[in-house]
């Protein structure tokens, strides 16, 4: 992403300066839930990058096992500048696994892998939130009111529901029809020829649309109402599981 080490250095001094000043502006409840969040952000980052790595393994490229993507430890995917977003901007990304094309089998075509290896980031997002909600309700019917009125039990329940929302949320955010994100690999190859020629002849002007979006703030106003509902379903269902 970035050709020289002064560059690197440049921008992790940046988002070390923007980091500080954030923390500076929080009171201590704000700092406090901003570290519970921190479990969230690298788990979400972590299975979503493995699910591009591990769709592309599987359909025939093994540039990220070379690369050591097929793999559940978060420092293999983080990204500074994405992890710092994340955190408080809650727009964010990880390190993008390097997937090379011309190493997929020839059973579908190259557009449909691109669509699988886009969408399984997404898919293991919402899967996690499926699962760490089963796991929230879990504890919630078993676990007994002691626990749940402790202050372990009570930052292990905040976690949860801060897992669950970031994986929501990350997930669907990436699901926007709009490069970079995977949302606009995901829906090329259902989009009609002359439209898909037309989208990727302006690839670069919904780049800017997406910058224009993201900066503004209108993404996440967009999608805050998927995430709710998407959350109060997923919950509702481990719920009614329980027999909550």
């Known amino acids: 992403m970035f050709g020289f080490n002064f560059d690197k250095k440049t921008l992790y001094i940046l988002i070390g300066v923007l980091v500080l000043l954030a923390l500076l502006s929080y009171g201590t409840s704000g700092i406090f839930s901003l570290i519970l969040s921190i479990p969230a952000v690298l788990l979400a980052i972590t299975v979503h990058e493995f699910g591009h790595a591990f769709s592309a393994y599987k359909l025939g490229d093994d540039t990220p096992l070379r690369q050591g993507r097929l793999s559940l430890n978060p420092l293999d995917h983080i990204d500074p500048l994405g992890i710092a977003m994340l955190l408080f901007v809650h727009i964010g990304w990880g390190k993008p696994v390097q997937i090379d094309p011309r190493n997929y089998n020839r059973n579908i075509s190259v557009e449909k892998a691109d669509a699988i290896v886009s969408f399984a980031g997404p898919l293991m997002n919402f899967i996690t939130a499926i699962i760490v909600a089963l796991i929230y309700c879990a504890i ?22 801060d897992c669950i929302t970031m994986n929501i949320g990350l997930g669907v955010f990436n699901l926007i029809p709009l490069p970079p994100l995977d949302g606009s690999k995901i829906f090329l190859p259902i989009l009609p020829y002359n439209a898909k020629t037309w989208f990727m002849q302006y690839e670069q002007v919904f780049y800017i649309i997406f910058l224009v979006i993201w900066i503004t703030g209108i993404a996440g106003r967009l999608i805050s109402p998927i995430i709710g509902q998407m959350t109060n379903w997923i919950l509702s269902l481990a719920m009614t599981i329980f027999g909550l």
């Open 140 to 161: 919630y019917k078993f676990a007994g009111m002691a626990f749940l009125a402790s202050n372990i039990g009570m930052i292990i329940m905040l976690i949860l529901a």
